[in-house]
């Protein structure tokens, strides 16, 4: 039995020109919104203007941090408890448990914040240095962690 198909993917019977209308690139039109002058890689900053409320709920996130590491973290975290305190979080060393816990407040107005203090205090668990750790990018809008 021959292909009803031709090797162009036409059938026999009809002609090349009678294919049917294909609709590809369709959706490319230009939008009206879009110009030249327009950044799209462009991260606009989060300020306390955009959330003038703050949160409505408190969250919390802990590390469990080595022994070895206590008495450094024990030296560090007045500076680490400043620098959360200027962004509305607050954090707690508990030595018995071997524990590091940052959580929101009713001053925490940045609900991304949290997850870039969680990054924070696992890095200082797993033995980065705090001074190596930077705490002035929290509120900017870029990345917690700037290492060297």
């Not at 292909?3 to 959706?27: I, T």
């Not at 996130?61 to 400043?82: D, G, M, N, Q, S």
């Not at 001053?107 to 991304?112: A, E, G, I, L, V």
Request: glycine share 6%; aromatic share 6%.
């Amino acid at each position: 039995m021959p292909d009803p198909m031709a090797e162009n993917g036409v059938l026999e019977n009809q002609q090349p020109s009678e294919r049917p209308p294909k609709h590809k690139g369709k959706h490319k039109k230009d939008k009206p919104w879009d110009h030249e002058g327009i950044d799209h890689w462009k991260v606009d900053a989060f300020t306390k203007e955009d959330n003038p409320t703050g949160l409505l709920e408190e969250s919390s996130f802990a590390t469990l941090f080595p022994k070895y590491r206590e008495k450094y973290l024990r030296e560090v975290w007045p500076a680490i408890t400043r620098a959360l305190k200027e962004v509305g979080l607050g954090c707690e060393l508990n030595l018995v448990e071997g524990s590091m816990t940052v959580r929101t407040t009713r001053k925490t107005w940045d609900p991304y914040i949290i997850i870039k203090a969680r990054d924070l205090i696992k890095l200082l668990a797993r033995s980065v240095p705090a001074p190596q750790v930077s705490m002035g990018p929290m509120t900017d809008g870029s990345i917690v962690v700037i290492l060297g």
